[in-house]
């Protein structure tokens, strides 16, 4: 099966990074992916890591490393906006579903 | 607007009553995918399909099932219900099924059992 490590809850400040981390389990690695979900709303997409290393879009950035099986997800320029819980996801063990992780509560604070 | 859209919205029912929950993915999308979500839970996944066929099968109880209709959207049915059921059951599409495929999920449907 597959799993999936990630803090509960992150506080910041406006302005500041923040950066949530996530380790996973699997077998078969295909891809790591970030959701955002503000309260009780739709999941949102946010980013896919294949491969290792650093893929930005906009003030969003997300990591990769297999070999330490591990990913984060970077936030810059935090807004108040930015609060909400994040979600990464691993799609392995030779299925295209992804498992979530349990999600982790990002409170940005003024 | 993710272009997914479920129906209905709120649902409020009794212990043992049977529940259909609605979802029409997004226009192109071939892949329709049903997750619940408890308090403080991650998204479960329960079941996929695939332009009409049933794909994968997750954590899905037996009293649950759904299906995948030649128009592409889906349904999901919930019996004999308990009070554990109450949850948001979420409906996600995806134009196909590889492991680069970004879900792109609705507003979801919250269930309340009493």
């Known amino acids: 099966g597959q799993s999936l490590e990630q803090p509960s809850e992150v506080t910041a400040v406006e302005g500041a990074i923040v950066q949530i981390n996530c380790t996973y389990q699997t077998s078969g690695f295909y891809g790591l992916s970030w959701y955002q979900q503000h309260d009780g709303g739709a999941p949102t997409f946010l980013s896919y890591n294949a491969l290792d290393g650093l893929e930005e879009t906009g003030r969003f950035s997300s990591f990769l490393s297999r070999s330490d099986s591990y990913g984060y997800l970077l936030l810059q320029e935090l807004q108040m906006k930015d609060s909400a819980s994040y979600f990464c996801?691993?799609?392995?063990?030779?299925?295209?579903?992804?498992?979530f992780g349990r999600g982790t509560s990002l409170i940005v604070h003024p | 607007d993710s272009g997914v859209t479920q129906t209905p919205k709120h649902l409020i029912t009794a212990t043992g009553q049977r529940v259909t929950l609605r979802c029409s993915p997004r226009s192109g999308d071939l892949s329709v995918y049903w997750y619940q979500q408890s308090l403080d839970q991650g998204l479960q996944f329960l079941i996929q399909y695939y332009n009409g066929e049933e794909r994968a099968k997750g954590n899905i109880l037996e009293r649950f099932s759904a299906q995948q209709f030649p128009d592409l959207h889906s349904e999901l049915n919930l019996s004999s219900l308990e009070l554990g059921d109450s949850a948001l059951y979420f409906c996600?599409?995806?134009?196909?099924?590889?492991?680069?495929?970004?879900?792109?999920f609705g507003d979801g449907t919250r269930l309340s059992i009493l």
């Open positions: 996600a599409s995806s134009v196909g099924e590889g492991s680069n495929q970004p879900q792109h």
């Open positions: 996801a691993v799609r392995g063990g030779g299925s295209y579903i992804p498992t």
